[in-house]
């Protein structure tokens, strides 16, 4: 996937895929902020003829959710166009007859529904917040420590993300934790998995050489005004 040095791969280009935290708007208080010119741009790649999917590490919230926010903030998007690693990491623990122990926070819950979660074989993080508690983590250690073969997914790896009042540590940090503390590796679903990736491109039905894979709002803004478009 080509990365936002865009110009040179512009005649093969077909799809974008936006990245969105601190690209599209900072999160924080409320609904956080659209970042200036970004909701004109997404409207400008939306009516040129690429092809636009939107991928987040978000883990607080249902797609749905996540969506409708995005919406009050000015951004046409639609549930079908995010990529999140909820979903993708329901469809690996089913597809791996898997029954997860969750630490991830309250409004993401709902993802892992249809999810056994009766006598857990394995362990699932996402960005918890405040529920990454010593009591938390600590449980989390136990159901892994106590498994012949412990598995652990991380949604994500980042260090840490900024929202309106600073920054803030990431689910990367406690996926680290527990790594060392169990001797293990952790699965990682979300960016920048490369399997994560994949999964957009497979629903765009597109090659990585076709894709434009977009991380900065300078970026962004780059597309918007570009004579493409």
Not at 28 to 42: K, M, R, T, Y
Not at 177 to 193: Q, T
Request: overall charge negative; aromatic content about 8%.
């Amino acid at each position: 996937m080509a990365d936002a040095g865009w110009p040179g791969c512009s005649k093969s280009l077909k799809g974008v895929v936006l990245d969105m935290c601190g690209v599209l708007y900072d999160s924080g208080e409320g609904d956080g902020v659209a970042l200036p010119g970004s909701s004109p741009s997404v409207e400008a790649l939306k009516a040129s003829d690429l092809q636009l999917r939107f991928c987040t590490n978000e883990t607080q919230a249902t797609r749905e959710k996540f969506v409708a926010k995005l919406q009050r903030l000015g951004f046409d998007i639609c549930v079908s166009e995010v990529f999140s690693p909820a979903p993708a990491a329901v469809a690996v623990l089913k597809e791996r007859g898997l029954k997860p122990h969750l630490l991830v926070y309250d409004g993401v819950l709902p993802e892992f529904d249809s999810v056994d979660k009766t006598n857990p074989n394995c362990v699932v993080i996402g960005d918890a917040a405040e529920k990454f508690s010593y009591q938390n983590l600590n449980e989390a250690f136990r159901v892994l420590i106590n498994l012949e073969k412990p598995v652990l997914f991380s949604l994500g790896q980042g260090r840490y993300y900024k929202e309106t009042d600073g920054l803030k540590l990431d689910v990367g940090v406690y996926m680290k934790a527990l790594e060392y503390a169990c001797d293990l590796k952790a699965e990682v679903i979300g960016k920048p998995s490369p399997m994560f990736f994949q999964s957009v491109l497979n629903d765009m039905g597109l090659q990585p050489s076709e894709t434009l894979s977009v991380h900065s709002t300078s970026s962004v803004l780059g597309l918007h005004t570009s004579h493409q478009f």
